[in-house]
């Protein structure tokens, strides 16, 4: 990939790429650090993909591999609450996206992914397959357990919507 395609391609991808990592990890600084590693370790391999696509997805497999590589190095507690947001612009605790994020949080790295890349990304199963390691038969199953897991999570922090009958 020759210079100027690249750049198109970071300018392209980079943000939504640091927004997943950021999800995943909780820390802005570690989110620009591991995006820096995510786009060293794309040039370094020269992939030989033409499709824009298939570039996407492998950039974020490359990106998730980094953050579990992180979760495992730092063997960081997930009962550690993460704070998402400085101090200066978080918002009251009244506030809906504030509790989504600290519900976030409590789920495990790769529930996270799987959320992230189906919900926001608009992935399918087969690109959330590629992009974390594992057979495309298994996402559907995965991604079930993730939104139930968040769906009690969400009941038990009492964010939950109310279901009338």
Do not use: C
């Not at 101090?87 to 789920?107: N, T």
């Not at 199963?125 to 038969?137: D, F, L, T």
């Amino acid at each position: 990939m020759d210079e100027p395609a690249f750049e198109a391609f970071y300018r392209k991808t980079a943000g939504g790429i640091w927004s997943y990592i950021y999800r995943m990890t909780g820390d802005a600084a570690m989110a620009d650090d591991l995006l820096q590693k995510t786009f060293f370790r794309f040039i370094r391999s020269n992939p030989g993909i033409t499709d824009p696509d298939h570039l996407r997805r492998y950039v974020y497999k490359t990106a998730t591999n980094l953050v579990f590589d992180h979760f495992r190095k730092t063997k960081r507690e997930r009962t550690q609450v993460i704070e998402w947001m400085p101090a200066e612009v978080r918002p009251d605790r009244g506030d809906l996206r504030h509790d989504m994020a600290r519900v976030f949080s409590d789920l495990k790295p790769q529930e996270r992914a799987l959320l992230w890349l189906a919900h926001v990304e608009g992935n399918s199963h087969e690109e959330i397959a590629e992009a974390i390691g594992v057979k495309s038969k298994s996402i559907k199953v995965m991604l079930f357990r993730a939104r139930k897991r968040l769906g009690e999570l969400l009941t038990k922090k009492g964010l939950a919507p109310e279901v009338t009958r």
